[in-house]
Each structure stands twice: as structure tokens, then as C-alpha cells.
């Protein structure tokens, strides 16, 4: 089949197999280009949510940039014969591919991250293949959980909280600047929030490994937070989204006590804004980021995923490495996007900002090129019209 981008709201239903495929070794050519980053105790790297976004970058940079085994974990749509699949479940294969290629061990487990049932396959997969994990990355972004003790189904929400919010944002398809009316999240809400997007999955699985005794000596975990700035607070950090980012952060605490009687620790990395399938569904996100990526490019200091995680393994995480640590303990990597130059301009922008003047002042051209790259549009070299086989000839 032909396939094309079919756009539906904050998502695109299809993927394009070659183009994910390039994706991914965009990624790896990157990183191969930056050299070896020292880090001789990450051998076995478990990544959970590892086929798209930060996690997949986590991944790249463990295999081509560390040498790392990787077990990863994602939840992804099956393809059919005139179906493309997920991105992430190319991008998995492609993945699997390169590092078989490069002798590194590569698995990829398809299934839901929440449940017990997919932390006792990962555990038996680490036994069976790997011995012990050296860094665990959590790096799922879901809008549901469904709660393995209790079977409820949590659905996260994004509002404020307190007050109803009208702010600025844009409607990414029409290239309008438009303003949303957000009513404040119930207590419900915000409780339901917390149990999808909070700490209580990785501590789940951090108890489990910890018990089944699959961690190696020092053995690290990181998990991923966004901060931000005034113009993104009342939706992201003081709203539904910052209290379950704020249980990340009580999450971690505890499972660095777990973790300590085999030295090891957790940490939260506070990362940048990117355009990713999870942030593109964030009202006002969108806007904020265009703004910031023209600014960015423009004072020559913007960085893509695969950039931005490259820096992280490589000072914050390598042999030796002094973390850049918050009051709180969190690992800022986001220093760049929050430099004074970089905020005061993009502030300055904020009010001025219409339809009119979106591309002078903002760069929503590079956030659809950026969305349109995740589901495996827009790459050179790619023959988006040729026949493809969304199955890649396995059987579905
Ligand atoms: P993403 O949507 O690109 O990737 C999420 C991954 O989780 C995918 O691999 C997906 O398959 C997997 N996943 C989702 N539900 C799953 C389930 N039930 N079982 C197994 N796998 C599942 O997300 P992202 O933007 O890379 O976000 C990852 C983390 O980084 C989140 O904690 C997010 O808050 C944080 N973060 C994101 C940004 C940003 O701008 N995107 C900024 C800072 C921090």
C-alpha cells in the first residue's frame, strides 16, 4: 500500500514503514557521530516505554553511543495487510535490526507496562538473557492505566487546577493562534491523573526487580519530568499533570530507598520541551514550543531528542559524571530551554503572537516537520510513494 499521513486530532493513525525505519537510524548516526560516551558499568539497559519519544532515544544512546544490551518494553498496534502498524512497533524492529547488526543484544516486549503479568516476563526475560539490569529507564506516557491490584481504569485529564483557565494555544492543523477555555480538574480528576501519570507504576516495577533480584550492584533508574516556565505552569506544572509529576518526585525518593541496599539510586531528569505524541496533545504546549524552538535555532542552542538525551548519558550519566542536581535532587537538563536569553525572548513574544505573525515569530513549520517525523514522514531518502508492506512480510 501507498502510505500516507492520515491526521486525526492529536494523532496520525498511520505510520510509515521505511520512514520510522529512518527515523530510528537518524538517530543511530547521530549518536555514532558524537563518539563513545564513557560508561563502562551501563552493560544491560531496561527501558520501559522504548519505542518512541525520550524512551526510544534512551535506547539509541544505551546501544550505539554505550554499548548496552536493551530490553525494552512499549505497547503497540499489531499491523494488517492493508493496516500500518504503530510507529513505535517499526520503530522497534528497526531498532532490533541496527543493534543485531552492531552484535548488541536487542528485545523488545509488546504489551501493557502497567500490568504484573508484563513485569514477570520482563523479569524472566533479564534472567533468561541478561543476568542483571545496570540502568533502568521509565519513560511511559499514557492517557489511561489500567490498575494491576485493583482493575480500575484510570484516565489521566489535563486541566488546571482551582480556577478555570483561558490562555493561549494553537490549533497545530490550522496554523490559527486560538484561545482555550479549560475548566479545573475535579478532585476525581486530578486523583486519576496522579494514578496514570505518577510514581505508583514505577515504584511497582522498581519493588519487583528489586525483589526478584534482577538489579545489579549500583544499578540507577531515571524517570522524566517537565518543568517548565510561567507561560506553560497553570497547564503543566500547577495543574493535573505537575501533582502527578510531583508523586514522580515522591516515587523517587522511595525507590532510592529500595534501591540502597544495593547501592543503588533513582533519580528524576527534568528534560526540554519536545514535540512528542504524548506533548503534542497538551493544550498550550504546542504554542510554547514553537516559540521556543524559533528562539532556539535562532541563538543556534536548540537540540532534538536524540541531542538532548546524548548530553544527559553523556554528562550526566557517564563514568564519573557530576550530576547537575536541583534543590530537590532532580537532574536539570533543561538549563538550555530555561537560559534568561532564551525565557526573556520567548516571554517577549508571548502577547505579540496571532495567526498573522505565527511564522515570523514562531516556528510551527519545524513542530509539524518534528510530528510528522514520529510516525515516519518526512524523511530524505525515503520513496513515500512507492508500494509498501505494512507487515514487512511478517505474519499478523
Ligand atoms: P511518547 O508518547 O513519545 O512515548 C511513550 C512511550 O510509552 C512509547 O514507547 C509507548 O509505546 C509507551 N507506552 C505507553 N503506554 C504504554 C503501556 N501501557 N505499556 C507499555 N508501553 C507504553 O512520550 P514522551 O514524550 O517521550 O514521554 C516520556 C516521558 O518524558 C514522560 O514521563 C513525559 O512526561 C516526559 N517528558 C516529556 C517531554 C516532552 O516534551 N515530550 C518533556 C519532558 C519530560
Known amino acids: 500500500m501507498i502510505v500516507k499521513p492520515r491526521i486525526r486530532g492529536f494523532i496520525c493513525t498511520t505510520a510509515h514503514p521505511d520512514g520510522c525505519a529512518a527515523n530510528v537510524q537518524t538517530q543511530i548516526e547521530y549518536v555514532q557521530g558524537q563518539g563513545e560516551i564513557s560508561s563502562g558499568e551501563l552493560k544491560n539497559v531496561l527501558v520501559l516505554g522504548c519505542s518512541g519519544g ?102 489521566s485529564t489535563i486541566k488546571p487546577l482551582g480556577e478555570a483557565l483561558n490562555i493561549k494555544s494553537v490549533h497545530v492543523d490550522r496554523g490559527e493562534v486560538i484561545e482555550v477555555n479549560l475548566d479545573p480538574a475535579t ?68 525507590n532510592s530507598e529500595r534501591m540502597a541496599g544495593i547501592g543503588g539510586s533513582a533519580r528524576v531528569a527534568v528534560l526540554k520541551a519536545i514535540v512528542s505524541q504524548a506533548s503534542s496533545a497538551i493544550p498550550v504546549v504546542p504554542l510554547y514550543v514553537a516559540l521556543l524552538f524559533k528562539v532556539m535555532k535562532e541563538q543556534g542552542c536548540h537540540e532534538d531528542i536524540i541531542a538532548h538525551i546524548h548530553r544527559m548519558f553523556a554528562t550526566q550519566l557517564s ?31 508571548w502577547p505579540l503572537v496571532n495567526t498573522a505573525n505565527l511564522d515570523e515569530l514562531g516556528d510551527l513549520t519545524g513542530f509539524r516537520e518534528d510530528f510528522l517525523k514520529i510516525f515516519g514522514f518526512g524523511f530524505p531518502g525515503v520513496d513515500y510513494e512507492a508500494d509498501v508492506d505494512p507487515t514487512l512480510g511478517r505474519a499478523v
Not at 510514581?199 to 522524566?224: K, N, P, T
Not at 564519573?320 to 517577549?348: S, Y
Request: aromatic fraction near 8%; charge should be negative.
Open 54 to 155: 525520550y524512551g526510544l532515544a534512551c535506547r539509541v544512546v544505551s546501544a550505539f553511543g554505550c554499548n548496552a544490551n536493551t530490553l525494552g518494553v512499549s505497547f503497540e498496534k499489531q499491523p494488517e495487510e492493508k493496516r500500518t502498524a504503530s510507529a513505535g512497533w517499526y520503530n522497534n524492529i528497526a531498532f532490533e535490526a541496527a543493534a543485531a547488526e552492531k552484535g548488541l543484544y536487542a528485545k523488545s516486549l509488546d504489551g501493557d507496562a502497567f500490568s504484573d503479568e508484563m513485569r514477570e516476563q520482563v523479569i524472566d526475560t533479564i534472567k533468561a538473557d541478561l543476568g542483571k539490569i545496570d540502568l533502568v529507564v521509565y519513560s511511559l506516557a499514557s492517557p489511561v492505566r489500567p490498575h494491576p491490584r485493583t482493575g480500575e481504569l484510570h484516565r
Open 319 to 349: 563514568t564519573g559524571a557530576e550530576p547537575r542536581l536541583d534543590d530537590d535532587g532532580r537532574i536539570r537538563m533543561d538549563n538550555i530551554e530555561l537560559t534568561e536569553e532564551v525565557q526573556r525572548e520567548v516571554l517577549k513574544r
Open 187 to 254: 478532585e476525581e480528576e486530578t486523583a486519576n491523573t496522579v494514578a496514570v501519570m505518577g510514581g505508583e507504576d514505577w515504584e511497582f516495577w522498581i519493588e519487583a526487580l528489586v525483589q526478584a533480584d534482577v538489579l545489579a550492584e549500583g544499578c540507577r533508574s531515571i524517570a522524566f519530568t517537565y518543568i517548565g516556565t510561567e507561560l506553560t505552569w497553570p497547564i503543566y506544572w500547577e495543574g493535573t499533570l505537575g501533582q502527578a509529576k510531583i508523586d514522580l518526585d515522591r516515587a523517587c525518593r522511595a
